[in-house]
């Protein structure tokens, strides 16, 4: 089977939702299927002038250099074919027997093309309202695309939207992330928290909940990591990180007694639950990403979104509880083993070849 995963752009910088489907492609690959992976220059029609120039030399030096994709954060099998293109349009796009839409702009593009592109799938691994407008957004999940949802919260919108869905939850690394530093000897109150500029990702509640169990821990520490250049006027206790490799991603996870999780909406997120697979001990937001995995009082402990002091009350909580943080983090460890990406790769190659052949 021939199979075509549509990105709505380069894939340089490491985002949770480019790495699953790089995943995806290697283990299709691994199945025996031929995959390939398009990365557009250009992905909105009505970009300004300026915008389309500076595009256009991105396209050239890119193409030159090969460096559109994501080879300094993962590692893609070499069978998978990375294509950089100019654009969605169908002549840009080689005939397959499945395409797959990555991104509410990709799936208007996948949505019009023809049937030598292949049987039409949309990933959906958010509700994408942070990204553009949510008459559009929404429209993209009544197009007529198979959808594979990633998570609980995410069928639930299809369901309202009267469409059908297939439930494929995300899978996890077992050889890149692990518990290599016992849980019960992380004692020091150190929490490790991914920094993002959008405001969505809930990092200034996460900062100011950290300040907040500052106050009752006099001696809590923090270490911060994301892509983004460090927040600006960051206390002495709190260092930062940026764009760390994954060998040193794991370091930081060993290294955390809790990892804070803020965010005000997500899909399926990874980091909380290579956290939990690293031993560190989960606080994070009630939302449908992180239920996905995280119960409360049994593997973690959850606070509503949008409230730093909930999230500072919990998070001063888990520190000051030994016994409980302990026990909750042994259980995480022991739940979050059941996401491994060999199972998710079944569901998800089964649900392509069902209806690739469908007559």
């Not at 594979?148 to 469409?163: K, N, P, Q, T």
């Amino acid at each position: 089977m021939r199979v075509s995963f549509i990105l709505p752009g380069s894939s340089r910088i490491p985002v949770g939702g480019y790495k699953v489907v790089f995943e995806y492609a290697n283990a299709l690959i691994a199945r025996g299927h031929s995959v390939g992976v398009i990365h557009p220059a250009h992905i909105d029609e009505k970009a300004s002038w300026g915008e389309k120039r500076y595009h256009d030399a991105r396209y050239v030096l890119w193409g030159t250099t090969g460096q559109f994709g994501p080879q300094k954060w993962f590692k893609v099998r070499p069978e998978v074919d990375l294509k950089w293109v100019y654009s969605l349009r169908e002549t840009s796009i080689p005939d397959a027997e499945v395409i797959i839409a990555t991104g509410w702009p990709t799936a208007e593009y996948v949505s019009g093309y023809g049937a030598s592109k292949g049987r039409k799938f949309y990933l959906l691994q958010h509700y994408e309202t942070w990204w553009g407008p949510e008459a559009r957004v929404r429209a993209t999940w009544q197009l007529p695309l198979h959808k594979i949802v990633i998570a609980r919260w995410l069928e639930a919108i299809a369901r309202e939207l009267g469409e059908k869905s297939t439930y494929v939850p995300n899978g996890l690394d077992f050889q890149a992330f692990g518990c290599d530093v016992s849980i019960l000897q992380r004692k020091r109150p150190h929490v490790l928290m991914l920094y993002h500029s959008m405001q969505w990702k809930g990092s200034t509640d996460g900062l100011k909940a950290l300040e907040q169990a500052r106050e009752a821990i006099p001696d809590l520490t923090a270490t911060l990591f994301g892509v983004p250049d460090a927040p600006p006027n960051l206390p002495a206790w709190i260092r930062y990180i940026r764009n760390p490799p994954q060998a040193t991603l794991r370091e930081l996870y060993n290294e955390a007694t809790v990892f804070l999780a803020p965010s005000w909406a997500e899909g399926w997120p990874l980091p909380p639950a290579e956290a939990m697979m690293s031993g560190a001990a989960l606080v994070c937001t009630d939302i449908g990403g992180h239920v996905e995995y995280a119960e409360h009082e049994r593997n973690a402990l959850l606070a509503p979104a949008r409230a730093p002091e909930k999230l500072a009350e919990a998070l001063t909580r888990m520190l000051r509880e030994h016994h409980m943080r302990q026990s909750l983090a042994e259980r995480a460890l022991s739940d979050i083993s059941r996401f491994t990406w060999s199972s998710a790769a079944d569901r998800f190659e089964a649900a392509l070849l069902e209806l690739h052949e469908q007559k």
